[in-house]
């Protein structure tokens, strides 16, 4: 079975930009993740979408944004970009009740994202 | 804020030896917890999961939790070169959010030959 998949793997934006990330689940699973990883913050929530609804939501400013499609694909939208979201993106998907059920996730290879 | 805090490294070891990982959190609804390997330049891959009192081995890797002292962590015996990576510890807390996971910030492991 196919892991999970984000496109693209790399990004280079310049501040004031919006950039839109991809992610494809493994096959079978409704839950999606996104998190963003930084030297100084570590691994931090930023939300979770299940069956297309966004279902749970980490410290993060409204610039931060996404959606989940019927075939569980989901895209993350960051919009006026700062600095500081310069980090690896990443995206996991889990089985059965995701989050809420405790479920195991499987990671993405990430998109790096660099803020000039 | 829930917290979950590593000694950020690194820690070295050499071939053969035991590596000990450890991770406190700060929650104590926490219910389950996690240890990730995370490669340089690689996403984060599950080597246990752990969710009651005690000790969970699985081959080289022995987790080990205790809920009373909110403490969890990881023995690698053995440790091999190719265990040279970042672990990442990660607390689920259901709560009254729908759930997530709480990471720390990583112990870097090195293993020398």
């Known amino acids: 079975k196919a892991g999970v998949t984000q496109t693209p793997r790399y990004l280079i934006k310049t501040r004031g930009q919006q950039v839109t990330l991809s992610c494809s689940p493994i096959?079978?699973?409704?839950?999606v993740s996104w998190y963003q990883q930084t030297p100084g913050q570590g691994l931090q929530f930023l939300f979770e979408y299940f069956s297309e609804t966004q279902r749970n939501k980490g410290n993060f400013p409204g610039r931060f944004s996404g959606r989940q499609f019927s075939n569980s694909r989901s895209e993350m939208n960051v919009s006026t970009l700062e600095l500081g979201d310069s980090a690896l993106y990443l995206c996991?998907?889990?089985?059965?009740?995701?989050?809420?059920?405790?479920?195991?996730?499987?990671f993405g290879p990430g998109t790096r994202l660099l803020v000039l | 804020q829930k917290e979950v805090e590593q000694n950020s490294g690194p820690l070295s070891v050499p071939e053969g030896a035991i590596a000990s990982l450890n991770c406190t959190y700060s929650?104590?609804?926490?219910?389950?917890f996690f240890w990730y390997r995370q490669y340089s330049g690689k996403s984060p891959e599950l080597i246990m999961s752990i969710y009651s009192n005690g000790d969970k081995e699985d081959g080289r890797f022995t987790a080990q939790l205790n809920k009373a002292s909110q403490y969890v962590s990881l023995l690698i015996r053995d440790s091999q070169p190719s265990d040279s990576a970042t672990y990442l510890c990660a607390s689920f807390d259901r709560g009254s959010t729908l759930g997530r996971l709480y990471f720390g910030r990583g112990t870097q492991l090195t293993v020398w030959p």
């Open positions: 996991a998907s889990s089985t059965g009740d995701g989050l809420a059920g405790g479920e195991t996730q499987y």
């Open positions: 096959s079978g699973h409704r839950s």
């Open positions: 929650d104590r609804v926490s219910q389950s």
